[in-house]
């Protein structure tokens, strides 16, 4: 008898990346689903425009192009409540507008493609998750509906519960939210081993965050807390990229400006960094109205990078970590059996 079809998603709703994957009953093994190219991860990116609303790829490919339309980072948005003043200063940072919803200090997104729409940071995971259980559904070939869901470990409750209305707006019922930590311990084996305080470095695509676990009968409990809002893989990113400007300006005696070659050589610069993670050197090939070539190795990547590496190191040998509530986890066997 072939082995029964999974009934659960387990998706990562990442501030820049988001992913989803499956526990397989039949061999115990957690398969990450890839889209029809191949890849295991989708840009945490919803574009809208006069038409339609896209998301992932679709997205992604329109940042550059259509930036006033194009929202990402929604997840540091959902659920939090900002005065005026907060929201501003939160929302420099970005092209696209963000307004604060009148009594309420919830934040919500403008597009100039539809100004009548109230795009809330909730709709937008929404458009993200409908994406995801796509991906699912096609792989699986069977209609998906239940999901377990990770949160960074420092959500409140408002928060999370935010998260949970993103999911049941694109039609899944969440039935556990589990801390991104426990989540990433449990994916390493962790609750197998005899291994009882573990220290999670998460470095994502926009923030760091550092926990501390205390393994007990079975139980994951976060006890301590540390992070950097304002450090991730994007950060890393920004620096190649500013280093292949460079190298194109001594090149041609001018930077790249047309906005198919710089979103281009984003594309390029992020394949660059993950292919550094097993290759020694990578070579980049782009461009339309100014052509580049470089050959970028690991040891330039780590020394463009040295003092971001450095942060990661200061924070988890001298942060401060704040003490956190005991968050307790069933154990995790029991966990799959009850999730099936």
């Known amino acids: 008898l072939p082995p029964p079809k999974p009934k659960v998603i387990g998706v990562d709703l990442g501030t820049t990346y988001c992913s989803v994957g499956v526990f397989l009953p039949g061999s115990g093994r957690v398969l990450v689903i890839a889209d029809k190219a191949g890849r295991k991860s989708l840009p945490s990116v919803v574009s809208f425009t006069g038409r339609e609303v896209l998301a992932g ?8 192009v259509n930036p006033l339309n194009t929202i990402y980072d929604a997840k540091r948005f959902i659920g939090k409540l ?13 092209q696209f507008k963000v307004r604060v919803l009148y009594n309420e200090g919830r934040a919500e997104f403008s597009v100039p493609a539809n100004e009548t729409w109230r795009i809330t940071p909730e709709f937008v995971g ?3 998750l409908l994406e995801l259980k796509r991906m699912a559904e096609e792989q699986l070939g069977i209609p998906v509906s239940k999901a377990v869901i990770s949160v960074p470990a420092d959500f409140d409750e408002r928060q999370r519960n935010y998260t949970v209305r993103a999911a049941k707006m694109a039609g899944l019922d969440v039935l556990r939210v589990i801390n991104e930590p426990t989540a990433a311990a449990m994916a390493y084996g962790l609750h197998k081993a005899e291994v009882f305080n573990v220290l999670v470095v998460d470095l994502g695509g926009g923030t760091l965050d550092v926990s501390l676990l205390i393994k007990q009968g079975g139980m994951f409990l976060t006890r301590a807390m540390a992070g950097n809002n304002q450090l991730g893989g994007q950060d890393f990113n920004q620096r190649l990229l500013q280093f292949l400007f460079e ?11 047309h ?4 979103h281009r050589l984003r594309q390029a610069v992020e394949e660059a960094k993950l292919n550094l993670t097993m290759a020694s050197s990578v070579s980049l090939r782009e461009g339309t109205r100014v052509w580049f070539r470089e050959t970028v190795t690991r040891e330039r990547f780590e ?3 040295q003092d971001l590496f450095q942060k990661i190191l200061d924070l988890e040998g001298h ?3 704040v003490p956190f509530p005991t968050t307790t986890f069933p154990n995790p066997p029991s966990l799959c059996g009850y999730f099936g």
């Not at 900002?82 to 970005?94: F, H």
């Not at 190298?247 to 400006?257: D, N, T």
């Open 57 to 64: 790829y679709a997205a992604q490919e329109l940042a550059d």
């Open 82 to 94: 900002y005065t005026p003043e907060e929201l501003r200063n939160e929302s420099n940072r970005y």
């Open 126 to 128: 929404s458009r993200l």
């Open 247 to 257: 190298r194109v300006h001594e090149r041609h005696g001018v930077l790249p400006s």
């Open 259 to 262: 906005q198919q070659d710089i």
């Open 303 to 305: 020394e463009l990078n």
């Open 319 to 321: 942060g401060t970590f």
